[in-house]
């Protein structure tokens, strides 16, 4: 099944600005909205975004998701050293009826 | 507090099947779908399928359609997963997970290997 799209890995300073995206079509991102989970090694998956683009409670509010057609991004504001991890994009695609997730972005802080 | 506790490791040999479980509590289980995805080692998320808690009807994805069959047992709160025909891909972590507007609860993981 086609998945979402991530680039594998981005890379950004300590203290600055990342934006994450997750590109799909019109029959999952552009039309239900994407969820955003963090990951880091050897641990489960955390939701950092609602499909609604809400932020559950105890996420830092350095991370906002936002969606412009058919591509969801996740900001993350004022880097920090535990911000290194991999991300990933999630949507329900209506015509595949299936979930699909993003093949993740590896974000590096130097 | 709201939790899925996840049985533990399972090795098994190529063609056999596996049935791993998804215990839950903190809420109330018939509200709210299980999800199971698995993670192979070094890659990334892969959706296996969905169990309407409610009703018990299910959504698998393609690639595991015919292989798959997720159940439940209201009066433990618990979901099973169980994945026949194994094969040396199949190796992973598999994860249950609750979807509340996202996945907002994960299990800790079972990790399945095959081997022979």
């Known amino acids: 099944q086609a998945g979402l799209t991530q680039p594998p890995s981005v890379s950004k300073d300590l203290g600055q600005t990342a934006t994450l995206t997750c590109t799909g079509n019109?029959?999952?991102?552009?039309?239900?909205?994407a969820i955003w989970l963090q990951q880091y090694q050897g641990h489960p998956p955390k939701l950092l975004s609602h499909?609604?683009?809400y932020r559950p409670s105890g996420i830092s509010d350095r991370f906002s998701a936002s969606r412009s057609g058919n591509t969801a991004s996740l900001t993350i504001t004022g880097l920090q050293p535990e911000d290194e991890a991999d991300y990933y994009c999630?949507?329900?695609?209506?015509?595949?009826?299936?979930?699909?997730f993003g093949g993740g972005t590896k974000l590096t802080v130097l | 507090q709201m939790q899925l506790v996840q049985s533990g490791a399972e090795v098994k040999p190529p063609g056999a099947s596996v049935k791993l479980s998804c215990k839950t509590s903190g809420y109330t289980f018939t509200h709210f779908y299980i999800h199971w995805v698995r993670q192979a080692p070094g890659r990334g998320l892969e959706w296996i399928g969905i169990?309407?808690?409610?009703?018990?009807?299910?959504i698998y994805a393609q690639p595991f359609q015919g292989r798959v069959t997720v159940t439940r047992d209201t009066s433990t709160s618990t979901a099973y997963l169980e994945l026949s025909g194994l094969r040396f891909e199949d190796t992973a972590m598999y994860f249950c997970?609750?979807?509340?507007?996202?996945?907002?609860?994960w299990g800790q993981g079972t990790l399945v290997t095959v081997a022979s």
């Open positions: 169990l309407h808690s409610d009703n018990g009807n299910t």
């Open positions: 499909r609604s683009n």
């Open positions: 019109s029959n999952n991102v552009g039309d239900e909205g």
């Open positions: 997970t609750r979807e509340a507007g996202g996945f907002d609860i």
């Open positions: 999630s949507a329900w695609d209506n015509t595949l009826k299936a979930w699909l």
